[in-house]
């Protein structure tokens, strides 16, 4: 294994680690809703968001941001969580199969699934209230700073509205004036984009973000942190995109080939794939761009190279 390979898993065990204590189990909670949490948690995901947290919060301090920064990196990882045990419910994406096994709703039912996933969601932000423990109100306020950063990504303004979008466009949803059920908001490239922005992007943002506001970056360079993430964000949906298309359900641990039977608008089949491949590395340009011209080394751009070259 290379160095970024010892880099990513060591940071995925310890985050795992992390994520085991940060969890309510029995009997502070219900054995069932305690169960559910756990089973799509600890599914085997890549911990990509969470090792951008700490991978930025490395590459702004010359010491071990840890303490600082795994709390944060821990709630991006269960509201992405979140995110993904609703997006496959029958009311949203319909599916069957995450990470290589059944999905939460298909295991625990609809109700156990929408609750696993409210409750991942809030037990995020009082990760995020409690954790570094400290009356440090220069600490303090940082923590503040992040939980503003992160509850903006993930709301209507970020990944809860990018989802509004998709159920939109994917005539699932439609304004209450709407008579017909139909595609009512037809999408462009900029549109494609700026949806993706929100649903995707606004998450990965975050996530780089709280990494370098708890390790103390200056304004300057959390502003060089977020113009990494953005570029960062858009190459990875593309090459999920890309994936959708390409890629081997067994490989994926996902069902592949679902966008195209949705009829959802994605890159491949707005712009073809070898645009989105070249889309997608341009993206990953700038975002390596932004971290030179703000003077941060680290690992965050061998994982920008890592990303854009994944086969799951």
Same mark, same amino acid.
């Given at each position: 294994?290379?160095?970024?390979?010892?880099?990513?898993?060591?940071?995925?065990?310890?985050?795992? @680690?992390?994520?085991?204590?940060?969890?309510?189990?029995?009997?502070?909670?219900?054995?069932?809703?305690? !169960?559910?949490?756990?089973?799509?948690?600890?599914?085997?995901? /890549?911990?990509?968001?969470?090792?951008?947290?700490?991978?930025?919060?490395?590459?702004?301090?010359?010491?071990?941001?840890?303490?600082?920064?795994?709390?944060?990196?821990?709630?991006?990882?269960?509201?992405?969580?979140?995110?993904?045990?609703?997006?496959?419910?029958?009311?949203?994406?319909?599916?069957?199969?995450?990470?290589?096994?059944?999905?939460?709703?298909?295991?625990?039912?609809?109700?156990?699934?929408?609750?696993?996933?409210?409750?991942?969601?809030?037990?995020? *932000?009082?990760?995020?209230?409690?954790?570094?423990?400290?009356?440090?109100? +220069?600490?303090? +306020?940082?923590?503040?700073?992040?939980?503003?950063?992160?509850?903006?990504?993930?709301?209507?303004?970020?990944?809860?509205?990018?989802?509004?979008?998709?159920?939109? =466009?994917?005539? !699932? $949803?439609?304004?209450?004036?709407?008579? #017909?059920?139909? /595609?009512?908001?037809?999408?462009?490239?900029?549109?494609?984009?700026?949806?993706? #922005?929100?649903?995707?992007? &606004?998450?990965?943002?975050? $996530?780089?973000?709280?990494?370098?506001?708890?390790?103390?970056?200056?304004?300057? @360079?959390?502003?060089?942190?977020?113009? %990494?993430?953005?570029? *960062?964000?858009?190459? %990875?949906?593309?090459?999920?995109?890309?994936?959708?298309?390409?890629? &081997?359900?067994?490989?994926?641990? /996902?069902?592949?080939?679902?966008?195209?039977?949705?009829?959802?608008? =994605?890159?491949?089949? %707005?712009?073809?794939? $070898?645009?989105?491949?070249?889309?997608? $590395?341009?993206?990953?340009?700038?975002?390596?761009? +932004?971290?030179?011209?703000?003077?941060?080394?680290?690992?965050?751009?061998?994982?920008?190279?890592?990303?854009?070259?994944?086969?799951?």
């Amino acid at each position: 294994m290379n160095d970024l390979g010892n880099y990513l898993q060591s940071r995925r065990n310890a985050i795992d @680690t992390a994520l085991e204590r940060f969890i309510p189990t029995p009997p502070a909670c219900p054995p069932l809703i305690g !169960q559910a949490m756990r089973y799509s948690l600890f599914a085997g995901g /890549k911990r990509i968001r969470p090792i951008l947290t700490l991978a930025a919060g490395d590459s702004v301090a010359d010491h071990d941001t840890d303490t600082m920064a795994m709390p944060a990196a821990c709630a991006i990882e269960m509201i992405h969580t979140y995110s993904l045990i609703h997006d496959d419910l029958p009311a949203m994406d319909n599916d069957a199969l995450r990470r290589g096994r059944p999905t939460a709703h298909v295991v625990y039912g609809d109700g156990i699934a929408v609750l696993a996933g409210d409750a991942l969601l809030t037990e995020a *932000f009082h990760v995020l209230a409690h954790h570094p423990e400290t009356v440090d109100t +220069a600490i303090v +306020a940082r923590k503040i700073r992040t939980v503003d950063c992160i509850a903006e990504a993930a709301g209507v303004v970020g990944m809860v509205g990018g989802q509004a979008i998709d159920l939109q =466009t994917t005539g !699932q $949803a439609c304004l209450p004036e709407t008579t #017909a059920r139909g /595609k009512d908001t037809a999408l462009d490239g900029t549109g494609l984009q700026a949806m993706h #922005a929100r649903k995707t992007g &606004a998450l990965i943002r975050a $996530a780089v973000m709280a990494g370098a506001i708890m390790a103390g970056a200056p304004d300057a @360079t959390v502003d060089a942190m977020d113009s %990494f993430g953005s570029q *960062f964000g858009l190459a %990875f949906q593309i090459v999920d995109d890309i994936l959708d298309v390409e890629g &081997a359900t067994e490989e994926l641990g /996902k069902t592949t080939g679902k966008d195209a039977v949705a009829g959802k608008l =994605t890159y491949p089949a %707005f712009y073809g794939l $070898a645009e989105s491949r070249r889309l997608a $590395a341009q993206s990953i340009d700038r975002a390596k761009r +932004a971290l030179s011209d703000a003077s941060l080394g680290g690992h965050l751009g061998a994982i920008a190279d890592w990303m854009l070259t994944r086969t799951h």
